[in-house]
């Protein structure tokens, strides 16, 4: 059917590499003394990254008392536009937590979907079982005081407490234009440990994809 359209699975496939290339040479290398690591970053069609199919096998061996609430937070990334898109992942190592950055290339309506999704409603707090049978509690909640990043933004939080040891995820979902990011920092500590790090990181993110992509 593409052969017929004038095009082919070869060519789209190499289109999107390219298009992931340029995403991931918008990529921050550093800031404020997080550093990339090359060997935890990729670039490719989403559902390809190493990263997203490996939480895909780990979602697929995992039973919620809320089934529906199986990556609740990021619920806009099950889209077929996403998972067919250009992406990004990059690592850092950071002396106060881990942090990732992810960016999508979409059309702006698939971005401003993405952008408006939100978590089940009954979804802010569930429990999740995993294979070799321990257990987490998780809750998911919005970050409201967080500042309006690109052309819009959502913060949120996901609190994971696992046999009484509690570890925590702060993100900012954002686009710009047609690109969807999300900045996230991963770490025991509370919101304030790391805000100023999640919102400036973000806003220098986008200043670089400006300057890089236009």
Not at 4 to 18: I, K, N, R, V
Request: glycine residues 8%; hydrophobic residues 35%; proline residues 3%.
């Amino acid at each position: 059917m593409l052969s017929a359209c004038g095009g082919s699975a070869e060519e789209d496939t190499g289109d999107a590499a390219e298009a992931a290339a340029l995403l991931h040479d918008a990529q921050l290398i550093s800031f404020e003394g997080a550093e990339i690591v090359p060997e935890g970053s990729e670039a490719g069609v989403y559902s390809d990254l190493v990263t997203v199919q490996y939480s895909e096998q780990v979602r697929a061996s995992t039973e919620l008392d809320k089934p529906d609430c199986l990556d609740a937070a990021n619920r806009w990334a099950d889209a077929e536009a996403v998972q067919a898109a250009p992406a990004s992942l990059t690592s850092y190592e950071w002396d106060r937590g881990s942090l990732t950055h992810l960016l999508v290339r979409l059309d702006e309506d698939g971005a401003a979907a993405a952008i408006a999704s939100r978590p089940p409603a009954d979804c802010e707090t569930y429990t999740a079982t995993y294979e070799d049978g321990t257990s987490s509690g998780y809750e998911v909640r919005d970050l409201a005081e967080l500042p309006t990043l690109g052309d819009e933004s959502r913060g949120f939080a996901v609190d994971v407490d696992t046999a009484g040891e509690s570890n925590h995820m702060y993100s900012v979902m954002y686009r710009n234009g047609d690109l969807v990011g999300t900045t996230s920092i991963m770490g025991p500590g509370a919101l304030e440990d790391y805000e100023e790090m999640l919102v400036e990181f973000t806003r220098a993110a986008v200043d670089r994809q400006q300057e890089k992509l236009g």
